[in-house]
């Protein structure tokens, strides 16, 4: 008697409520969900064809899919495509039911198989399933393209002009972070992920940032050195920048000050404040019960002259063991320059992003010592104030 769903349905019952999750060998679990997932291709190809979802008032089978099974488009269209390809590619739907190939690689392979269209009959299957065992899922698609573009060609242009269609960037506010997500033409993509890794080694020994950190404080660090160069162009006729509003309060970090805000009323912590206020330019706004009765003149906290003067003498970041070099810096204040700290050469560093949010927000310190600087991490300014201030602490 054949087995039916139910029979499978209560055998996975038994093997879910008896089987303890320790004995099970993962190798062969993937391999029975990888046949499953082939037989329920083909079982969603054989409804299609005969119309359930015309039947059901879909007039697609991957909309069908989507709504029916709760499917992604990406998912839907996927399994329809390997059923539709393991029909006329018996080598390969033995290989994948015995165990030997997985149904991502079996995936890979009708999907090359759909893209070659009128010459799909190059497609040699024992070849591929040698493929499949050799490789990893990425090598098969790379494998895969350079197939496609040997064989057709004018197809892969094609193709490469429809997916170019399909980049977007979004970048949304969410839980007080932003996010970004998005898809990249492969030449934009290469260009960034260049630049970007040129920008996230660890910085020192004790960089203890995770490279995925290290990725997003390189792009940070990537868009303002290209808003500071100040060629990108204006709209509504000023250059790219950030607004921070502050009190006089607020900017020395005063307890019980209110909160600075980022332009769209966002609230910002006082020590970003001062990490901006040593590289910005101000704009004294003086109100009375709310309304704005005077607005000083807009001054930078570090003269364009004195910015060149301080990247004359050095050739990189501060920072301990740093190479940024000093084109990819901005100025810091010693003793902060939202505590009074002057900006003259003496009492100005150049530090990267990354140093520089490490002696604001970190809790490392900058301390002068003879001619030179030196860099207290968090831990010994914390012992150093247990003992008391045995030398000028840096503001
Ligand atoms: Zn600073
Ligand atoms: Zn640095």
């Not at 600075?260 to 001062?274: A, D, M, N, R």
Request: net charge neutral; charged share 30%; proline share 4%.
């Amino acid at each position: 008697m054949p087995i039916e769903l139910e029979d499978l349905k209560a055998a996975v019952g038994d093997f879910e409520r008896d089987v303890d999750d320790g004995d099970v060998d993962p190798v062969e679990l993937r391999q029975l969900i990888d046949r499953l997932e082939a037989k329920f291709s083909r079982v969603v190809r054989r409804a299609t064809e005969r119309g359930d979802h015309l039947l059901r008032g879909h007039c697609s089978a991957v909309s069908w899919l989507m709504n029916t099974c709760t499917m992604s488009q990406s998912s839907a269209s996927d399994r329809l495509c390997v059923g539709k390809h393991l029909e006329s590619m018996p080598k390969v739907a033995q290989a994948l039911s015995f165990g030997e190939i997985g149904y991502q690689s079996a995936s890979v392979i009708c999907h090359l198989r759909d893209r070659l269209g009128q010459q799909r009959d190059e497609l040699d299957e024992e070849q591929w399933i040698r493929y499949a065992r050799e490789h990893s899922i990425k090598n098969m698609n790379a494998l895969s393209d350079h197939m496609r573009y040997v064989l057709d060609p004018d197809g892969f242009d094609r193709d490469t002009e429809q997916n170019y269609e399909e980049r977007f960037l979004d970048v949304s506010e969410m839980n007080g972070m932003y996010h970004l997500t998005g898809v990249i033409d492969p030449e934009g993509g290469a260009v960034l992920k260049s630049a970007v890794d040129a920008l996230a080694k660890k910085l020192d020994q004790d960089d203890g940032r995770t490279s995925k950190q290290r990725r997003a404080d390189a792009s940070t660090e990537i868009v303002y050195h290209a808003v500071e160069a100040g060629t990108l162009p204006r709209r509504n006729g000023v250059r790219p920048h950030i607004t921070v509003t502050t009190t006089l309060e607020g900017l020395k970090g005063e307890v019980g000050a209110a909160a600075s805000e980022l332009q769209g009323g966002k609230p910002i912590s006082s020590k970003t404040v001062q990490r901006l206020a040593c590289d910005g330019t101000l704009c004294r706004v003086l109100k009375a019960d709310s309304v704005v009765v005077d607005v000083g003149r807009a001054t930078r906290s570090v003269s364009p002259a004195q910015w060149r003067g301080l990247k004359a003498r050095h050739r990189s970041c501060s920072g301990p063991g740093c190479d940024r070099p000093v084109n990819w810096t901005s100025p810091h204040h010693i003793e902060f320059w939202s505590h009074g700290g002057e900006s003259n050469l003496r009492n100005m560093l150049p530090l990267c992003y990354y140093h520089h949010r490490l002696v604001h927000e970190g809790g490392w310190q900058v301390v002068r010592a003879g001619e030179g600087v030196k860099f207290i991490p968090p831990d010994r300014v914390i012992a150093r104030r247990a003992r008391g201030p045995g030398m000028r602490r840096a503001a």
